[in-house]
T-cell receptor
Framework: DAGITQSPRYKITETGRQVTLMCHQTWSHSYMFWYRQDLGHGLRLIYYSAAADITDKGEVPDGYVVSRSKTENFPLTLESATRSQTSVYFC??????????????FGSGTRLTVV | GENVEQHPSTLSVQEGDSAVIKCTYSDSASNYFPWYKQELGKRPQLIIDIRSNVGEKKDQRIAVTLNKTAKHFSLHITETQPEDSAVYFCAASIEPDSWGKFQFGAGTQVVVTP
């Protein structure tokens, strides 16, 4: 699904540095989400956005910041990276449609390592 | 908030046998239950979903059942094949109020041996 892309695919950063993960979708979906995936925890929601300029916290928002100035972009920023933020990060987008398909699609993920 | 528990964490089956993964949820308001398959190094992909107004749904070798009273739902894979080997995640959400804000289970690693 080339309609949602994440960058970079891999990132190594040092503790305390700021790092931004990018997510871009071409479907003009209203909803976008950030999840982190850790062994034993499945996927946990960090932040979500229902539309441009509307964002809200998910289950594990501490240490993360998001913005959504444009519908197609939803960057996730780690303000001061910690080793506990080493994870695989998935972005997703969706549209609330009628009964039927919801078009909820994940990006390819970003593997972030904090050293 | 919602809590989803998934069992087992690993499942090894012989090719051709059936596999069953069970999930329980805590919030009785949850009404949408998707299942995702994630192959190694890939993104999760939706394989089947069910809404609370339906008790069972099938798609070829895959089926999902829902018991609202007991608050659990299960994924059934029949005639398993090596390409079914992957991690499977269940999830729950409340639509439309909390659309897309999935609470995921911890995942089940399924290994299909020839």
């Amino acid at each position: 699904d080339a309609g949602i892309t994440q960058s970079p695919r891999y990132k190594i950063t040092e503790t305390g540095r700021q790092v931004t993960l990018m997510c871009h979708q071409t479907w003009s979906h209203s909803y976008m989400f950030w999840y982190r995936q850790d062994l034993g925890h499945g996927l946990r929601l960090i932040y979500y956005s229902a539309a441009a300029d509307i964002t809200d916290k998910g289950e594990v928002p501490d240490g993360y910041v998001v913005s959504r100035s444009k519908t197609e972009n939803f960057p996730l920023t780690l303000e001061s990276a910690t080793r506990s933020q080493t994870s695989v990060y998935f972005c997703a987008s969706s549209e609330l449609e009628r009964q039927g398909t919801y078009g909820y699609t994940f990006g390819s993920g970003t593997r972030l390592t904090v050293v | 908030g919602e809590n989803v528990e998934q069992h087992p964490s690993t499942l090894s089956v012989q090719e051709g046998d059936s596999a069953v993964i069970k999930c329980t949820y805590s919030d009785s308001a949850s009404n949408y239950f998707p299942w995702y398959k994630q192959e190694l190094g890939k993104r999760p992909q939706l394989i089947i979903d069910i809404r609370s107004n339906v008790g069972e749904k099938k798609d070829q070798r895959i089926a999902v059942t829902l018991n609202k009273t007991a608050k659990h739902f299960s994924l059934h894979i029949t005639e398993t094949q090596p390409e079914d080997s992957a991690v499977y995640f269940c999830a729950a959400s409340i639509e439309p109020d909390s659309w897309g804000k999935f609470q995921f289970g911890a995942g089940t690693q399924v290994v299909v041996t020839p």
